[in-house]
């Protein structure tokens, strides 16, 4: 059963899921801004609660003997690329006194959760994250 299935089978739960992971249907919260312009306002915000934000590039280039070369978090090799992929922001963020490990992916103004396979595959690493302990969700 895939995403899409079981959101049928279970709407209540689905629901309870995006929401818990900010990706719940709502007016969008900056429509039109772009997600290099919601990141930088995320990492200012961030920023000034005492936090910290980096980006994580994620990806696969060749090296000068043609050899691949993979960086990103979670990204050890293409299979586990495709079922979870780690947020574009990682960082800490201070709770009562204690940094606690921050995954933000980073989605334009007016994205909606649509299920695909990569929204899913970062849905898995957000709730990773979560059921850790950490701060994990999608902004926008």
């Known amino acids: ?25 709502s007016e969008a919260q900056h429509p039109g801004m772009s997600e290099a312009s919601v990141q930088q306002r995320i990492r200012l915000q ?6 910290r934000l980096w980006r ?19 990204n050890d090799s293409s299979k586990i690329n495709k079922l979870i ?4 922001l990682i960082g800490i963020t201070p709770v009562n006194g204690v940094g606690v490990f921050t995954a933000i992916e980073v989605k334009k103004g007016d994205w909606k959760f649509s299920g695909s396979d990569r929204e899913l595959a970062q849905l898995r690493f957000i709730m990773l994250v979560q059921s850790m302990g950490g701060i994990g969700r999608f902004q926008r």
Not at 3 to 22: H, I, M, N, Q, T
Not at 56 to 74: C, I, M
């Open 1 to 25: 059963m895939n995403y899409v299935e079981w959101s049928r089978k279970w709407p209540e739960a689905a629901a309870e899921l995006l929401d818990l992971v900010g990706a719940a249907e």
């Open 46 to 51: 961030h920023q000034q609660i005492g936090g």
């Open 85 to 88: 992929k780690s947020s574009d």
């Open 56 to 74: 994580n590039n994620s990806g696969v280039l060749t090296d000068t003997d043609g050899r691949p070369v993979r960086y990103g978090l979670a």
